[in-house]
């Protein structure tokens, strides 16, 4: 029986069609589309499939094998970020476009096309192999894009049905594609919203200039108190329980194929600004952060208004590291700006959740638990093999910068150690216009994966 998955670039292509853009409930028919095609091609794989309803968006929980084989347990998600801004894009997002290798549109990367990778080897081991001695079970949410608020509820009712001895991740990146990595480590994420309030309304800044504290002015004192002029987060606190990486991390940072010089080309700036004691690239995967996400308030259109504002805003989010608790650190953030706040202006800070990092140690390296399952064991072994057959290089051991709250999640509660094999890099540009998924990968990922699932079954 032919199936879609005969051919990933197709498959990619339609996947890529469904718009399910959590974030905006104007998206609720492509959420719905995207989490039919991932459940049709579990079908087609042979796969029991459940839907598992949620205040949200459903969670597909899918699964084949015998309770008595190994079980590895494969997370993804169907949702992806909003288009915008439209006008970036050189093709239409939701329509997939194929060009100088790559295909385009929201989604490619982030997370569809990783999804298709490991369905499409699959779908090639278990066409050779229908009875492949290897209990699979499938994860695939429909909230990542905005949080997951979804998935420690469902973890915490569907537990049993998850827990399992490794837990298999595509959604982190790679330095290049003939270079793959695999994530040791996430950074944790501490999010919050800070508003400051002044007069009861917007006054004209020309009548009424001089005789208060504008809110803006008070904002952007309160935000410089945070850091000092090298970079370093001065809240009370803040690194008091940051473990630093191990030595054998720091070396195998240095394998990666990119200097500080290309690096800050690909970024488009003229110096770097790390804290104190890291280098850039060191600073990205190692160090504690505390960043100003959006800033607002006052007049925001074309022209001049002449008026000091009723209130201002900033969002931050600190990225945290071994052994920083988001909890802990939200608080101390919140009481150093409520007490940097100028008493002439009423501040406000609210917690908008976050969660902790992650970090694994692959077995066989300095500070491993020694508790690893085998299967945990097997699969950090054939992986690599499989990666260095596929792309003619070795895997890097990396931690990344950004944050999967949802792998916490799945270790605390299912006690699941993570797999992470990235496959997507900085060029795809996820989050943003022009998102791409590298077709060169595609291909070399699934020969990869297709000898890794077999491997792992025997």
Not at 52 to 78: D, F, K, Q
Not at 294 to 304: A, D, I, K, L
Not at 390 to 408: A, M, N, V, W
Request: glycine share 10%.
């Amino acid at each position: 029986m032919s199936s879609l998955l005969d051919d990933p670039t197709k498959a990619l292509t339609e996947y890529v069609s469904h718009p399910s853009v959590s974030a905006d409930s104007s998206f609720s028919s492509g959420i719905d589309g995207a989490r039919d095609f991932a459940c049709d091609r579990l079908r087609e794989l042979g796969f029991s499939v459940e839907l598992v309803e949620t205040p949200i968006n459903p969670v597909i929980l899918a699964t084949r094998g015998e309770e008595s084989w190994p079980h590895l347990v494969i997370y993804g998600h169907y949702d992806v970020q909003p288009p915008d801004p439209l006008d970036l894009w050189t093709t239409k997002p939701f329509e997939a476009t194929v060009r100088e290798g790559r295909l385009f549109g929201r989604g490619a990367a982030d997370n569809k096309g990783p999804q298709v990778v490991h369905m499409t080897a699959l779908h090639r081991v278990l066409k050779e192999n229908p009875n492949l001695p290897l209990r699979i079970t499938y994860l695939i949410e429909g909230e990542e894009e905005i949080g997951s608020p979804s998935f420690r509820g469902f973890l915490e009712e569907r537990k049993d049905s998850l827990c399992g001895d490794l837990l298999l991740v595509s959604d982190t990146g790679s330095p290049g594609p003939d270079q793959l990595a695999v994530t040791t480590g996430l950074r944790g994420l501490a999010a919050m919203e800070v508003k400051v309030f002044g007069p009861v309304q917007d006054l004209h800044s020309g009548v009424h200039g001089g005789s208060l504290l504008n809110p803006l002015q008070a904002l952007m004192r309160v935000g410089a108190s945070l850091h000092d002029e090298k970079g370093n987060v001065v809240v009370p606190g803040f690194y008091d329980d940051v473990i630093p990486p191990e030595q054998w991390e720091r070396e195998e940072l240095k394998r990666l194929p990119l200097t500080e010089d290309k690096y800050a080309e690909f970024l488009g700036v003229s110096e770097f600004f790390s804290a104190t004691g890291y280098s850039p690239l060191e600073a990205i995967r190692f160090c504690p952060t505390l960043e100003f996400n959006g800033v607002g308030g006052g007049y925001q259109g074309e022209g001049s208004k002449t008026v000091i504002p009723a209130e201002a805003f900033a969002k931050i989010t600190c990225r945290l590291v071994p052994n920083q608790n988001s909890e802990d650190i939200a608080e101390k953030v919140k009481r150093a700006i409520l007490e940097a706040c100028p008493s002439a202006v009423r501040c406000e800070v609210k917690i908008k959740g976050g969660g902790d990092p992650y970090v694994v140690v692959p077995p066989g390296k300095p500070g491993a638990s020694g508790q690893e399952t085998d299967l945990m064991k097997k699969a950090f072994s054939v992986a690599e093999d499989c990666i260095e057959d596929g792309f003619g290089t070795k895997p890097i051991y990396l931690r990344e910068g950004g944050s999967i709250p949802i792998i916490r999640d799945l270790k605390e509660v299912a006690g699941l150690e993570s797999l992470m094999i990235g496959l997507f890099t900085n060029e795809d540009n996820l989050h943003a216009p022009n998102e791409s998924f590298h077709l060169g990968i595609m291909e070399k990922a699934i020969e990869s994966f297709e000898s890794f699932f077999k491997k792992l079954a025997h």
